[in-house]
Structure formats: C-alpha cells, structure tokens
C-alpha cells in the first residue's frame, strides 16, 4: 500500500523539477546570456537611453540604443553566442571575426543597393578616457545622395563580446565632444553605482 503523503511528495517535486529540466533541454538556462551588463550603461548629459532590449535566443545578449541631442545615434550591443569562455585580444580570430561581420553587413547593404561605400578606414582605438582599446571602423557611405559617416567598435570584457554602432557622424570635434563622455562610460568597468 503506497504512502499518500509520499506520493503528493513526488508529485510536488516533480512540478517543481519539470520545468527547470525542460528549460534546461530548450536551452534556456544562463549559459552566458549577458543579460547583466558588463560595461557601465550610464546616461551622459544630452544623451537619451533606451531600455535594455533581448537579441535573439541563439546571441545570449542585448543591446541598448543611446541617442545624442544632435541626432547621434549609437547602439551597444553584449553577447556571447554561447560561448563560455571569450579572450580579450584584439587580434585573436574571436574578435577579429565579430567586426568582420560588422563589416559584412555594411558591405551587403551596398550589395542590395540601399548604400554605397565611398571609403573604410581600420585601426585600433581607447574608447573616450578609459583604457579600454578596441578595433574600430569608420565607413564613408552614400545614401539617397546624402554622404554620412558610420562608426564600428568592437573589443571583449568578462566572456562577453561588446560591440557599438554609431551614426549620425559629421566627423568633427563636435562629434567627439558628444561622443566621448560616452565611449568612457562604455569603456570603463561597471561598478555598483551603474548597475541598471
């Protein structure tokens, strides 16, 4: 004769278990989701920010898109793509390869003719006054007659990929001077004052 209170047992504990094992089987867990921000998402004078915003399942990530005043827009976006364990080299093939495909998806907008790449420039930079480095490129496009400039940064920090787009560029000092309090924000390490 079975125990009734035993049995309720088992089945409380299966109710419970179940789920936690089919989030597990649909790759649910937190295998490197960068849902908790490794870099500080503060909001310097005259920017605005957006709420963090989910990527897809398979980039374990998010993106945050920031707008300046002056009609700069930059988003941020921190992923792993599952991986467990990301190095922090610029010039390993990781992080090469993350602003390779930056890059490839400038390249096929022109290729589906909605822009045209009038020049690209490659280097390493620090972002704003951290001491943080990353690759960066900066692409001269045409769109719908109007020459503008699109910026690409791309560097890892905690297991995590990191990589900003910006737009809206003029290519002045006025771009830096709105810029840069962001980009060291963005370059520095969070603390627990800046955790959103």
Same mark, same amino acid.
């Given at each position: 004769?079975?125990?009734?209170?035993?049995?309720?047992?088992?089945?409380?504990?299966?109710?419970?278990?179940?789920?936690?094992?089919?989030?597990?089987?649909?790759?649910?867990?937190?295998?490197?989701?960068?849902?908790?921000?490794?870099?500080?998402?503060?909001?310097?004078?005259?920017?605005?920010?957006?709420?963090?915003?989910?990527?897809?399942?398979?980039?374990?990530?998010?993106?945050?898109?920031?707008?300046?005043?002056?009609?700069?827009?930059?988003?941020?976006?921190?992923?792993? &793509?599952?991986?467990?364990?990301?190095?922090?080299?610029?010039?390993?093939?990781?992080?090469?390869?993350?602003?390779?495909?930056?890059?490839?998806?400038? &390249?096929?907008?022109?290729?589906?003719?909605?822009?045209?790449?009038?020049?690209?420039?490659?280097?390493?930079?620090?972002?704003?006054?951290?001491?943080?480095?990353?690759?960066?490129? &900066?692409?001269?496009?045409?769109?719908?007659?109007?020459?503008?400039?699109?910026?690409?940064?791309?560097?890892?920090?905690?297991?995590?990929?990191?990589?900003?787009?910006?737009?809206?560029?003029?290519?002045?000092?006025?771009? &830096?001077?709105?810029?840069?309090?962001?980009?060291?924000?963005?370059?520095?390490?969070?603390?627990?004052?800046?955790?959103?």
């Amino acid at each position: 004769m079975t125990n009734p209170f035993l049995s309720c047992l088992r089945w409380s504990v299966c109710l419970l278990v179940l789920p936690l094992f089919l989030a597990g089987m649909c790759g649910c867990r937190n295998k490197g989701t960068g849902t908790i921000p490794v870099v500080n998402l503060a909001e310097p004078a005259g920017w605005t920010k957006s709420s963090m915003e989910p990527l897809p399942p398979e980039d374990f990530g998010f993106s945050v898109a920031y707008q300046h005043e002056s009609g700069l827009t930059l988003t941020l976006y921190q992923y792993s &793509r599952g991986k467990r364990s990301i190095p922090t080299s610029l010039q390993t093939l990781e992080i090469q390869a993350q602003m390779n495909y930056a890059k490839e998806a400038i &390249r096929e907008m022109e290729h589906k003719g909605y822009l045209e790449i009038v020049s690209e420039q490659n280097s390493q930079v620090v972002l704003g006054e951290s001491s943080q480095q990353a690759l960066w490129s &900066r692409f001269r496009l045409t769109m719908e007659g109007q020459s503008v400039l699109s910026d690409i940064y791309v560097w890892s920090k905690d297991n995590q990929f990191l990589k900003i787009r910006c737009s809206g560029l003029r290519g002045d000092d006025a771009d &830096r001077l709105a810029l840069d309090p962001l980009l060291t924000s963005l370059g520095r390490p969070v603390t627990k004052n800046h955790v959103p």
